[in-house]
């Protein structure tokens, strides 16, 4: 899909080595890359592997078994690539990552699965508003950037945009068809673990992994805020350093929206505030939310966007073990800006990735990869390689959103969120970024299949009542009802949760303020074409 008018303002006003940009999709920068996957030019930005992955041959099952996988192919490790190389699965863990796991204990009764592709951890989300993610991409009128996110949201068109959702968005009705739907499109975009679902509601403790709430990965370590930081008062801020401190589940990652956009509103002051240097009444003058004066906190602040950092404000975020989620396609689109991702990586600062959500961003983490690459490009960025981006949505994901001893890396130990991809080439992590969801050929969230090749549906999916998933003339599995997780709302099918948020758009059931006439608006899964 494309946001055509602020592209091409994009391109002509603002960023003119994006010019050439395919009009296909936002989605601004993929290069002449289809919405949902294609080609780029692999590794050459990097001096390494050049040239475009093909999909490679359909898995094969070499023997059924129990109790979890052996799965081999190319293998991304935190280290090295094992070309070929074995991961083996028993239960929820992963217990070998070697290039024969043949001697493991369980490796001859688990089911044995050539997968010919590219085997890594399940992408990291690092922030999305995930139950926006039903909504196509909003185009304001006349066609224009903003300053920050204060002037867009309150825009009236926006506002009228987002009412079908947004006047009932705390509300089961609502918040739960609408944040299942954007998990949904993560997994079968290779995504397994989302920050973003802020309302604690059982009807998400299944699918995706939500690292706000029902990650089942020990207590709800995080805490987020949507409001501008320059809003926390005394009270507030004393409310989160205790519970930085509580001696029982502390919170350890406390997520914040930081400078989004680049001028107006103190949008430029935010960090400083956060900081305890504003001199406001109210203000937490001297009490930093981002590290304590004796050391007794640290490393807690999660920066979501952080595009007006200055130098001095880039070393504070080095000096206090604070991480940085990058939105490049949402950035760009709405303020024709995005962070000095440059010198965040030069500097060493942790950042991941995320697309911040359909209505501005790429639909899914891969197109956000996409789209990082070909801006990075562009923009003479070398260390955005795939390879770079390719860990910033695993290893270095994992820890922005505090799960890096339970996720983001193949490891023995840490849980089987595992993501295998159907294409090969010079550069298996090109393979990656230049995949879709015909392309992911098999997701597994705590070992356990939910979405796949037709042909690995009876021997990997979680249980027997998966659907039938068309990803663009691609027969693949996706599994939702009954998935492992709470009972709330959990016998619901795909078409159930599609068939909610079209009557929501429509106002099928509702009242007749709330008969929108939208239907035709619901964002699919999948955007196909080219």
């Known amino acids: 899909m494309m946001r055509f008018l602020q592209q091409a303002l994009l391109s002509l006003l603002l960023v003119p080595s994006l010019a050439g940009c395919s009009p296909e999709g936002r989605r601004g920068a993929d290069a002449g890359v289809p919405p949902d996957g294609g080609e780029t030019d692999g590794g050459a930005a990097d001096g390494g592997p050049s040239g475009p992955s093909v999909p490679s041959p359909p898995a094969e099952v070499l023997r059924a078994g129990s109790g979890g996988f052996l799965l081999q192919g190319v293998v991304l490790t935190p280290t090295e690539v094992l070309d070929p190389g074995q991961v083996l699965v028993v239960g929820d863990t992963i217990t070998c ?20 592709g590219v085997i890594s951890p399940g992408l990291i989300d690092a922030h999305n508003h995930v139950a926006y993610d039903f909504l196509p991409e909003w185009i304001p009128e006349p066609a224009r950037l ?47 673990t989302i920050q973003g679902e802020s309302y604690e509601q059982g009807c998400v403790d299944r699918l995706a992994r939500n690292a706000d709430h029902h990650h089942g990965l020990g207590y709800d370590h995080m805490q987020t805020a949507i409001a501008s930081v320059r809003e926390f008062t005394d009270a507030d801020a004393q409310g989160y350093v205790d519970n930085f401190l509580a001696t029982t589940d502390p919170i350890t990652r406390l997520a914040v929206h930081m400078a989004e956009g680049t001028m107006g509103d103190g949008v430029d002051l935010e960090l400083d505030s956060f900081a305890g240097r504003d001199t406001r009444m109210n203000r937490h003058f001297g009490v930093s939310l981002m590290n304590a004066m004796d050391g007794s906190y640290r490393g807690t602040a999660i920066l979501i966007h952080a595009v007006p950092l200055t130098e001095a404000q880039l070393m504070e ?47 899914d983490m891969l197109a956000e990869m996409r789209f990082a690459l070909a801006w990075g490009q562009a923009e003479g960025v070398t260390a955005l390689t795939p390879e770079r981006l390719w860990r910033m949505a695993t290893t270095e994901g994992a820890r922005v959103v505090g799960l890096e001893a339970f996720v983001g890396r193949l490891v023995p130990g840490l849980r089987a969120d595992i993501a295998v991809f159907g294409r090969t080439g010079p550069d298996p992590f090109a393979a990656v970024v230049e995949s879709d969801a015909a392309d992911v050929r098999l997701l597994l969230v705590n070992g356990s299949g939910l979405y796949g090749d037709m042909g690995l549906e009876a021997v990997a999916a979680v249980n027997g009542e998966c659907e039938v998933f068309d990803a663009c003339g691609a027969s693949m599995f996706l599994c939702v009802r009954n ?21 929501i758009l429509e106002g099928i059931g509702y009242p007749p303020e709330e008969q929108y006439g939208r239907g035709s608006e619901l964002l699919p899964l999948v955007t196909c074409g080219g």
């Open 146 to 192: 903003f300053g920050n996110r204060y002037e867009w949201a309150a825009d009236p068109g926006y506002r009228a945009f987002v009412l079908p959702y947004g006047a009932h968005r705390s509300t089961g009705t609502h918040y739960c068809p609408a944040a299942k739907w954007g998990e949904l499109r993560a997994i079968v975009h290779g995504t397994t």
């Open 317 to 363: 975020v080095l000096a206090t073990d604070s991480h940085v989620v990058w939105s490049p396609s949402s950035n760009i689109v709405l303020y024709g800006a995005t962070a000095p991702i440059g010198r965040m990586l030069e500097l060493g600062i942790n950042v991941g990735l995320g697309p911040d959500w359909t209505p501005s961003g790429e639909d």
């Open 483 to 503: 998935t492992p997780g709470s009972t709330s709302r959990a016998d619901e099918t795909y078409e159930d949760i599609r068939t909610q948020l079209f009557n």
């Open 97 to 116: 990552v070697a290039q024969d796991c043949s001697g493991e204990p369980a490796a001859d009764t688990v089911t044995f699965i050539d997968t010919h």
